[in-house]
């Protein structure tokens, strides 16, 4: 038998080769436009005709190239990024392959104009499935211009593949605004048949948020910084409220790489845990910077995954980072701090600044002052700087009492008094103005808090119902009872079985009033299922959240004296109380200086 195997053709082994780097005009885009990025540009255009079926044409004022570089850029596994294996661990170009012009110039009819600084004339390069068919010097601008003409023209299998223009047009769109992202000292304009879609001027991250995103975004966003060792964490969180019902604005960049990682998501997801509306999506651009030695990008050509080396370790920097940056960075307005630093420099005399200083302050003053067991000390990040706050979640009977009269051997009369404004609102004198509390959603915030700690710690306290009544359930409801016995337990309420699907509940959680208990247990399971349907959170969250929803204190309800206050001092004892487990806001403070400007 005759030698059957041979080499394949370049231009068949590009075409090939091709199918695993150019998917749809999306990948074209997103590899002319980093090779534009790597070659130093400060401004990149994209041209679009047709969702970039026609046309795709990257144009870029970098470094351009030399007549004979502009023809080995078309040659496969030709590149200038890397030389050796090791360049490779310390990889800072977006590209890295050869792969990508090769493979172009293989699929589509490709046209190539480029020009370095220093020449008079460029060249001009016409290719159409690998073959060159002209070469010749060029006047044009220095740079690199790319024109990717009717890609897949040569596989028609492959074109007629590709989706509607809206579609195509999106997947487009959402790579340019990943690159535009990463790199916004770069100015970037992306034009469709002939209309400006984005016209992006360089300047700093939250600007070109901002002009991505509109301006609407201004508003939302939280610096988030946390630098360790090992990695730097930089970007911009929106605020939960913000949260978009879908996940699309969520951008994770490694070394200005886009990545996908459900790992780090997570991360960043905890953090924000509690604070979102249900199902829910908070708006992050974060960037990591890691040593390159630390990481694999080398997974697939088009894959947005890369390995790290000790994911752990970024997982946790991520999500303090994230913590941080909603918790110290006031997605928690500053204000509420500021009333409070305000009493602290009383009892110290000393100018508290920030967050921390105060929580340092105050909790210390804390410890000296009285023996409360429950404040614990929480190492946030480093151990540098340990961070004072309240024992998790809600203190105790005992810390609220600390806080009342720590309160009230501070406060002015006017201070203390707080009236109810349209049986919706709590407003009360506070030193930078005047602040208006939501009452149902802070006390949604102050009871979902009490729960969930009740239910980790199993401290509930349970109140005797003094006529207990039989709840009847459908058989599923039942068991799902049943299987969460515990937890219910754990809440503080004590039922027992008592026949078929029916139990009778004998005690109820301590701090909510008797006398309703069927209703609010039916309440309970009703809203633990509406949940259960939403929200992916753990079954003690849920249980929570749904006790608390449906135990609060509702809008509308006449409160008076002591309820209003108690209402006021339990909410800025909570871990985070400037939003409800909906991720409604629960206050506002009303400034002074915003008063005063009514009346200038
Ligand atoms: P890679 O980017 O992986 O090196 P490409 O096939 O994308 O591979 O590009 C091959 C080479 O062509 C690059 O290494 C670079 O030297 C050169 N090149 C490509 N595009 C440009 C550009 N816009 N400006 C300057 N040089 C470029
Ligand atoms: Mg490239």
């Known amino acids: ?57 990257v144009m870029d004022d970098g470094k351009g190239m030399s007549e004979t570089d502009a023809r080995m850029s078309l040659e496969r596994h030709a590149t200038s990024k890397i030389r050796k294996a090791e360049d490779l661990f310390s990889l800072r170009t977006m590209g890295f392959r ?18 370095l600084p220093d020449e008079e004339l460029g060249t001009l390069l016409v290719v159409e499935a690998s073959e060159v068919k002209r070469q010749e010097p060029v006047v044009c601008d220095k740079g690199t211009s790319i024109s990717v003409k009717n890609l897949f023209y040569n596989i028609p299998a492959r074109r007629n593949f590709l989706k509607s223009n809206a579609n195509e047009y999106q997947h487009i769109v ?16 992306l034009i469709e048949t002939d209309s400006i879609e984005y016209d992006l001027p360089p300047g700093k991250l939250s600007q070109r948020i901002v002009s991505i995103f509109g301006k609407s975004y201004q508003e939302q966003l939280a ?41 780090l998501n997570h991360a960043v997801m905890s953090a924000f845990e509690g604070l979102l509306i249900e199902s829910s999506f908070p708006f992050y651009v974060l960037f990591i910077e890691i040593d390159p030695k630390h990481i694999d990008v080398n997974v697939h050509p088009t894959k947005t995954e890369i390995k790290f080396d000790d994911e752990r370790a970024v997982y946790a920097v991520v999500l303090s980072a994230v913590r941080q940056a909603i918790g110290a960075h006031n997605l928690t307005p500053a ?3 500021d009333a409070d630093v305000n009493i602290i420099s009383k009892l110290t005399n000393a100018s508290a600044q920030s967050k921390e200083v105060y929580f340092e302050e105050r909790f210390s003053n804390a410890l000296h002052r009285s023996n409360l067991d429950n404040w614990e000390k929480i190492f946030e990040g480093d151990e540098n700087k340990q961070i004072m706050r309240p024992a998790e979640a809600l203190p105790n009977v005992q810390t609220l009492r600390f806080e009342s009269a720590l309160n009230q051997s501070l406060e002015t009369p006017e201070e203390k008094a707080c009236f109810q404004l349209h049986n919706r609102y709590v407003v009360k004198q506070v030193k930078s103005g005047m602040l208006i509390v939501d009452q149902q959603a802070a006390h949604e915030r102050i009871l979902f808090e009490k729960f969930l700690n009740q239910i980790k710690k ?70 633990f299922k509406i949940n259960q349907a939403e929200l992916s959170v753990p079954l003690s969250e849920n249980l ?22 108690a209402l006021v001092d339990s909410l800025f004892v909570c871990t985070t109380p400037n939003y409800s487990p909906e991720g409604k806001p629960t206050f506002f403070i009303f400034e002074m200086n915003k008063i005063e400007s009514y009346f200038r």
């Open 174 to 189: 959402d790579e340019f605004q990943r690159l535009a992202l990463s790199h916004p000292e770069i100015s970037f304009q």
């Open 98 to 115: 050869g792969e990508a012009l090769a493979s172009l110039s293989a699929v589509s009819q490709l046209e190539m104009k480029t020009r």
């Open 458 to 527: 199993k401290s509930a306290q349970s109140q005797q119902c003094l006529f207990p009544q039989p709840i009847t359930l459908n058989a599923a409801d039942f068991a799902m009872v049943m299987e969460m016995e515990q937890e219910i337990e754990a809440l503080g309420f004590r039922i027992e079985v008592f026949g078929k699907n029916t139990l009778v509940v004998n005690g109820v959680p301590g701090n909510i009033p008797t006398g309703r208990e069927k209703e609010l247990f039916e309440g309970l399971i009703e809203q």
């Open 1 to 57: 038998m005759p030698d059957i195997i041979q080499l394949l053709p370049d231009s068949i082994a590009n075409q090939i080769a091709a199918g695993e780097v150019v998917q749809r005009p999306a990948s074209a885009v997103k590899e002319l436009m980093e090779n534009a990025i790597d070659a130093d540009a400060t401004h990149i255009k994209l041209i679009l005709k047709e969702a970039g079926k026609t046309l795709i044409q």
């Open 335 to 337: 204000i509420d701090f």
């Open 223 to 263: 610096p988030c910084h946390e630098e360790t060792a090992l990695v730097r964490i930089t970007g911009y969180l929106g605020k939960p409220h913000f949260a978009k019902k879908k996940r699309g604005e969520q951008f994770l960049f490694v070394n200005k790489r886009f990545i996908r990682s459900n790992y």
């Open 544 to 565: 929570a959240r749904s006790l608390a929803k449906r135990a609060s204190i509702k809008s509308g309800q006449v409160l008076v004296g002591e309820e209003l206050r």
